[in-house]
Each structure stands twice: as structure tokens, then as C-alpha cells.
């Protein structure tokens, strides 16, 4: 059974521009949390989405948005870049949003802002 | 706000020996309890799930809950170097609406095990 896959694995960009991070959930997975992780900050959580609706959204700016596909496939979107916008981001996959779901991580993208 | 404290440690122990991490979270209400593994530069891995009170053991790795203490631990016996890692501690909060809410994890504790 496939993991969960994230793409790409490496970024780098420059300030003020965009970009769009994919996540493909494990197969029959629903839902699907995005988080941020920084050496600082450890891991902030940005948004849940389940059935294409955003469940959960965390404490960040309104450049940090994503949608999910009617396959399930998420992406994030982060516009005009700043330099702190530099981390790992982390995409989760869980069946669906109960208490007793359990949630696992692609291999995380990695994204350097210049 | 919810949170979840651990120690950052590290927590250096030796080969063998028993690893003890600890956890303290803030949500009384919360149901569901997480422990995951992340390597240097990897994703965190979930290792243990754990949602009674009480102990869980899957291996080498005990859970602990304590909801009234709002305490959560995981104990690695016979501690290998290949068990040198961040462990996050992490639960999942109820919303406002009581639906339930997204995982919040702590900052880490950093276990080196000694050969």
C-alpha cells in the first residue's frame, strides 16, 4: 500500500513569488492535514481538509491556502514568499477526522525562500 | 490555547537501558494521544496511538495515559542506537463546536542512545 506522497521534495524561490505544494493521501484516505516545521517553531498546524471542504484552518496568514480534489489530492498554495516562509511543510493523511483516526506524513516538502 | 510540553531535552541514555519520555497537555477534553519518531531531516513516523487511560505495549514501546493528570508518557526498553531520534508527543483537541479538532504537537524531546 502506497504512502503518503508529497511533491516536489525540494523547493527553492525567491521572495515575493508563489508556490504550490501536492499532496496525494494514502489510497481510501479522506482527509488531509498540511503543517509547517520550523527549528523554532516545531510543527504549526495550517489546514484540515476532508470531502473538499477545509475543516480546521491554524493561526496563519491569509498568502497560506489550499484545496483538496474530489480524489482526495490536496495542494497548498503560499503567495508573495517571504523568507520565513522557509520549512518543511508536512502533508498528513488520515481516513477521517474522529477522535480515534490516526494521521501519517509524506516525506514532507522542503522549501527555501531567497 | 492548547497546548503540549515536553522536555527538549536530550535525553541521553546508554545501550540497553530504559528511555522515558514525558508529555503534558492542556485540553482536559481530549480523547486521542499520539507519539511519533522523526529522524534527522525525515517526517515524523507514528509509533503509538494510545486513547484509554492506562498502559499500551506494542514492543520494545510502552504508552502511558493519565487523563486526569493530563499526563502522557512512552517508554523504549532495551534502548538501541537506531532509537536516537525527536520523539513528538501530540493530541488531538476538540473544536469549539466539539467536532473534532486538528493534531497539536509538542516541540520534541531529542533521545540519543549511547553505544
Redesign the interface.
Known amino acids: 500500500k502506497a504512502g503518503v506522497t508529497q511533491t516536489p521534495r525540494y523547493l527553492i524561490k525567491t521572495r515575493g513569488q508563489q508556490v504550490t505544494l501536492s499532496c496525494s493521501p494514502i489510497s481510501g484516505h479522506r482527509s488531509v492535514?498540511w503543517?509547517q516545521q520550523t527549528p523554532g517553531q516545531?510543527?504549526q498546524?495550517l489546514f484540515?481538509y476532508f470531502s473538499e471542504t477545509q475543516?480546521?484552518k491554524?493561526n496563519f496568514p491569509g498568502r497560506f491556502s489550499g484545496r483538496q480534489f474530489s480524489n482526495s489530492r490536496s495542494e497548498m498554495n503560499v503567495s508573495t514568499l517571504e523568507l520565513g516562509d522557509s520549512a518543511?511543510y508536512?502533508c498528513?493523511s488520515s481516513l477521517s477526522?474522529?477522535?480515534?483516526?490516526?494521521?501519517?506524513?509524506?516525506?514532507?516538502t522542503r522549501l527555501t525562500v531567497v | 490555547q492548547k497546548e503540549v510540553e515536553q522536555n527538549s531535552g536530550p535525553l541521553s541514555v546508554p545501550e540497553g537501558a530504559i528511555a522515558s519520555l514525558n508529555c503534558t497537555y492542556s485540553d482536559r477534553v481530549s480523547?486521542?494521544f499520539?507519539w511519533?519518531r522523526q529522524y534527522s531531516g525525515?517526517?515524523?513516523?507514528?509509533i503509538m496511538?494510545i486513547?484509554s487511560n492506562g498502559d499500551k505495549e506494542d514492543g520494545r514501546f510502552t504508552a502511558q495515559l493519565n487523563k486526569a493528570s493530563q499526563y502522557v508518557s512512552l517508554l523504549i526498553r532495551d534502548s538501541q542506537p537506531s532509537d536516537s531520534a525527536t520523539y513528538?508527543c501530540?493530541f488531538?483537541g476538540l473544536?469549539y463546536g466539539g467536532?473534532?479538532?486538528?493534531?497539536?504537537?509538542?516541540?520534541?524531546t531529542k533521545l540519543s542512545v549511547k553505544p
Open positions: 492535514s503543517y516545531g510543527l498546524f484540515e475543516r480546521n491554524g518543511l508536512l498528513a477526522p474522529t477522535a480515534i483516526t490516526e494521521a501519517f506524513f509524506g516525506q514532507g | 480523547q486521542s499520539f511519533y525525515k517526517s515524523p513516523e507514528l496511538s486513547y513528538l501530540a488531538r473544536n467536532s473534532q479538532g486538528n493534531l497539536i504537537f509538542g516541540k520534541g
